[in-house]
């Protein structure tokens, strides 16, 4: 009562507009289409946070899957070989951002059992240090996360691992693209290694082409001596990715020797597809708000009309047109604000609890919505930003004001004389 009273006194054009905002309209079919203006930017609003926050979802899981197996920071020689790793470790060692580096070699080889054969990725890596820029060990799920060097053990993908039909125990052959010479010409160079562990990124591009041996076991069968291909950097933080690459570039780039490249290079185009995705995204489900904007702009057409006699009678009384526009843009706006408010507290209601309505729904219906087999997840993932949060509603509100502008304007133009007329 007291916030009506003080409406009433102090700014009397938005009392007005909220007692024309009331459902409770004599009009039942404006109070209607004031009804569906509400429920249309609600949904909208709505729509958009649930479908932004499983874009985010999306993209958040894939980078962690991606980085599991992938690398920060690499660091490559234009020699194709680095002989002075743990040299590079020192010296980045201590630098902001950067939490560990491992060194690591990578070849092409086939693997090889019976009459079947695949082509894959034979990374070498040296375990203990390994696990202080990977997480690897977590995505063993059968084995265990160990390599000795000299027992020749490997760790295969669960792709690899399906396509041949192996276990823990099981030994297959890898095949080097080198070759050995020998009076009968040239032989391939060829190796037995027993499977200790499988494991399961959930990204075919690393479970049906990925196997990880010993440093020293890949130093010996692919003759490198004591050099590694390369040496990976783990950060602490991911969004300061690029000044970190910059600041070890200056460190031991002095003669352009190696070359540095991130995650976010290596892996460019499928982040830049899913933001592309997530802007297209925007606009469509944009458009389901704009829809309920249009009907703002008929709801206020429709109350000028009706409220013809109103305008004249407050116009009489000493307002002015100013008055009369903000009363009409505060009804527009009030609207717009409702909606909005009500579908970003439903939107968060909905992703924040996402992965309990989704499996209702399945048990409901009878249906997968994500089948393992197909998408290798098990729930849909979510993640709200509150950057994009605001931006939606801000945006909301936008629309909802600008739909207000036109019939406000032409609430301003009545004349209160002939209005009067034929009361």
Do not use: C
Request: proline share 3%; glycine share 6%.
């Amino acid at each position: 009562m007291q916030i009506k009273n003080l409406l009433k006194r102090n700014f009397y054009e938005l009392w007005v507009a909220s007692r024309y905002t009331s459902l409770r309209n004599k009009n039942n079919f404006i109070s209607f289409i004031s009804l569906t203006s509400v429920l249309g930017i609600t949904l909208g609003v709505m729509a958009l946070i649930v479908v932004l926050s499983v874009m985010n979802g999306f993209q958040s899981e894939l980078k962690s899957r991606i980085i599991s197996v992938s690398s920060d920071i690499e660091i490559t020689s234009t020699k194709f070989t680095i002989s002075d790793w743990k040299k590079i470790s020192e010296s980045i060692k201590g630098s902001k951002n950067v939490v560990a580096s491992a060194p690591f070699t990578q070849n092409q080889a086939m693997v090889a059992m019976g009459r079947f054969n695949r082509g894959v990725i034979v990374r070498g890596i040296s375990p203990d240090i390994e696990l202080g820029v990977s997480d690897l060990q977590n995505k063993i799920t059968k084995g265990s996360f160990k390599l000795d060097p000299g027992r020749f053990n490997i760790l295969i993908g669960s792709g690899i691992a399906r396509y041949f039909g192996l276990d823990i125990g099981d030994k297959i052959s890898i095949i080097s693209s080198q070759a050995n010479y020998s009076p009968l010409g040239m032989l391939p160079r060829l190796k037995q290694f027993r499977v200790s562990g499988i494991f399961d990124i959930g990204m075919y591009e690393y479970d049906a082409s990925l196997v990880l041996i010993h440093l020293n076991d890949a130093q010996n069968f692919f003759q490198l001596d004591k050099n590694v291909s390369g040496v990976r950097v783990k950060l602490e933080d991911l969004d300061r990715t690029q000044s970190t690459t910059r600041n070890i570039d200056k460190l031991i780039n002095q003669d352009s020797s190696y070359f540095i490249s991130d995650w976010t290079k290596q892996h460019s185009n499928l982040f830049a597809a899913i933001q592309m995705e997530k802007r297209v995204m925007f606009i469509i489900l944009t458009l389901i708000i704009a829809v309920a904007a249009f009907n703002i702009v008929s709801t206020l057409v429709m109350g000028v009309t009706e409220k013809k006699s109103d305008i004249a009678i407050l116009r009489t009384l000493g307002a002015s047109q100013k008055s009369i526009l903000i009363i009409f843009m505060s009804q527009g706006l009030m609207i717009g604000l409702i909606g909005t408010f009500l579908g970003i507290l439903f939107g968060v209601i909905i992703s924040i609890n996402i992965s309990t309505i989704v499996p209702f729904i399945e048990r409901l219906f009878g249906v997968q919505v994500l089948p393992p087999d197909v998408y290798y997840l098990s729930e849909l993932p979510s993640k709200l930003i509150l950057k994009d949060i605001l931006s939606i509603g801000i945006m909301g509100i936008l629309l909802s004001f600008f739909a207000t502008i036109y019939p406000s304007i032409k609430a301003t133009k009545i004349d209160p004389a002939t209005a009067l007329k034929y009361e």
